[in-house]
């Protein structure tokens, strides 16, 4: 899977304006994520919403958090323009439009990273949890969600009796997840799974939403231009094996859960199965200024 992040942002950037009212999915995942927030151990002073999109989420966090400095970054600003309907003048929230991979935010500054269902459009999540973990406090919390593998697994397996070409976005999981996450230094990290099931009238109907929600297909390796009339209608008929009733056909999606703790200061980070020290700033000074054998 190769995934171009400038696609993924233009996809979502068109996908802005009527998000909301095709997100099912993404609302039913986000209340879920944001229930499970309230289990953990959380008083925070700054809280970054990643992937906040069109800023529900971050305003419900702010709603939880009325003492913290809520953050709602996204890659599309097209997104965050919309995040402003979900701003009161009395429980404001920060819009920032940056890539998670280069996160514009000082070190060790961020009690607790939030993200619903963004991190599927990421290649390599090692270096984005270094990034999580350079801007989260010592101790510090990581929550989110992410498709799993067989997520659209029904839409796969249909396009899959017509050509051999990629037409569905492939998926991490969730022992991957996990290992990355071992690997940057993250204490304890807990993941499980949860299937969900929606319905709809056709494959026609599921693609035109994922569509409309900036989920379609952006791998490099898709093929390119119009698909034909043909083709379209294979998969259609293709997908009939998977009706659910006389009125729908089902799309499965498999949702990676994880929550995990920043380590304490200085703590080692793992690459190729071996600890990589992290010695802060400071002490690094230190111990620049201190002369050997010196007592």
Not at 33 to 62: F, H, I, M, N, Q
Not at 175 to 191: E, I, N, R, T, Y
Not at 249 to 271: L, S
Request: glycine share 6%.
């Amino acid at each position: 899977m190769s995934l171009d992040p400038r696609r993924v942002a233009a996809s979502f950037a068109d996908a802005a304006a009527g998000y909301e009212q095709a997100a099912r999915l993404q609302h039913v995942v986000e209340q879920e994520l944001l229930a499970r927030a309230e289990e953990l151990p959380l008083a925070p002073t700054v809280v970054l919403d990643l992937g906040a999109g069109t800023g529900r989420a971050s305003a419900a966090l702010k709603q939880r958090f009325p003492k913290a400095e809520v953050i709602a970054l996204d890659l599309a600003l097209p997104m965050l323009r919309v995040a402003r309907q979900h701003q009161s003048w009395w429980r404001p929230f920060r819009r920032v439009n940056a890539d998670v991979r280069a996160l514009p935010i000082a070190d060790a500054s961020c009690d607790f990273l939030f993200s619903n269902l963004c991190l599927q459009w990421i290649e390599q999540l090692g270096p984005v949890f270094a990034e999580f973990r350079r801007v989260l406090k010592p101790g510090g919390w990581l929550l989110f969600s992410s498709f799993g593998p067989d997520s659209l697994r029904e839409l796969r397996e249909a396009w899959a009796s017509v050509d051999d070409a990629p037409h569905v976005n492939v998926f991490l999981d969730m022992h991957d997840v996990g290992d990355a996450l071992l690997a940057q230094g993250f204490k304890d990290p807990m993941l499980d799974v949860e299937r969900y099931q929606l319905g709809y009238d056709s494959a026609l109907a599921l693609m035109k939403e994922l569509k409309a929600i900036g989920a379609h297909n952006v791998d490099d390796g898709r093929r390119r231009g119009l698909t034909s009339r043909r083709a379209l209608n294979q998969v259609i008929a293709a997908y009939e094996a998977y009706r659910i009733d006389p009125t729908q056909v089902g799309a499965t999606y498999e949702i990676v859960f994880a929550q995990a703790q920043a380590p304490a200061d200085g703590a080692p980070r793992r690459e190729q199965g071996k600890d990589i020290a992290s010695v802060p700033l400071s002490r690094m000074r230190e111990l620049i200024r201190k002369p050997r054998g010196g007592s």
